[in-house]
């Protein structure tokens, strides 16, 4: 069982937006803001979409964007299009020193 | 180009020992903590541990999983990140990935995405079985 608490799946039509959150406890996602998001093609290795929170690294599209509200961090994804079929991730520091994954969700573009 | 590349993977019996590494290129090594993440068959992601660097004390943090069987080690001469698995379980049946933790720099630019995983190799696959 992980750590942080995702959807299994999500979807939404092309041109749409839709959220993944993200649930954490007061000792990951509520302790700091340190929530990264990751895509991950099938059979390819994960990228780095969001980092703390909210940062969107060059390169990424402006339509992901991210938030956090308590122990709850959200991926948004606006404008759907096809290549955003993929599954995503969140990934939060804790203050064990460590950090703590979401199970993934499995976004489908209808 | 950035770029991490692993290697190492393959069948081991349960109970068995084996060595991943991860060849770093494109960015400054040794100014980079890394780490070692890994995907079980059709299963999410899991943190394996963290290294950081020599200037910020090599120290390392690892899962609870496999604390004390898998330890972390880097060659900043080699720009080479290793990964030593003992006492492998099957439960460690994985693709393993090497990534650069909270940032790197490459070409005079520093990024920083305080404990993001922001580079990350193609994966090496490692089967335990009998």
């Known amino acids: 069982q992980s750590a942080l608490t995702q959807p299994a799946s999500v979807s939404g039509s092309p041109g749409q937006s839709i959220t993944i959150s993200c649930t954490g406890s007061?000792?990951?996602?509520?302790?700091?803001?340190?929530v990264s998001w990751y895509q991950q093609h099938p059979g390819k290795a994960p990228k780095l979409m969001i980092s703390?929170?909210?940062n969107r690294p060059s390169g990424v599209s402006y339509r992901f964007s991210g938030s956090k509200s308590g122990n709850t961090a959200s991926l948004t994804i606006s404008g759907l299009q096809a290549e955003d079929e993929a599954d995503y991730y969140c990934?939060?520091?804790?203050?064990?020193?460590?950090?703590?994954f979401g199970g993934g969700t499995k976004l489908t573009v209808l | 180009e950035v770029q991490l590349v692993e290697s190492g993977g393959g069948l081991v019996k349960p109970g068995g020992s084996l060595r991943l590494s991860c060849a770093a290129s494109?960015?400054?090594?040794?100014?980079?903590?890394m780490s070692w993440v890994r995907q079980a068959p059709g299963k999410g992601l899991e943190w394996v541990g963290r290294?950081?660097?020599?200037?910020?004390?090599?120290?390392?943090d690892y899962a609870a999983p496999v604390k004390g069987r898998f330890t972390i080690s880097r060659d900043d001469s080699k720009n080479t990140l290793n990964l030593q698995m003992n006492s492998l379980k099957t439960e460690d049946t994985a693709v393993y990935y090497c990534?650069?933790?909270?940032?790197?720099?490459?070409?005079?630019?520093?990024?920083?995405?305080?404990?993001?995983?922001?580079?990350w190799g193609q994966g090496t696959t490692v089967t335990v079985s009998s």
């Open positions: 990534t650069t933790y909270g940032g790197h720099c490459s070409g005079g630019f520093c990024y920083y995405y305080f404990h993001g995983l922001d580079v």
């Open positions: 494109g960015f400054t090594f040794s100014n980079a903590w």
């Open positions: 290294i950081k660097t020599k200037t910020d004390g090599g120290t390392t």
């Open positions: 007061s000792s990951d996602v509520g302790a700091y803001n340190y």
């Open positions: 703390e929170v909210s």
């Open positions: 990934i939060s520091y804790a203050v064990t020193n460590t950090l703590v």
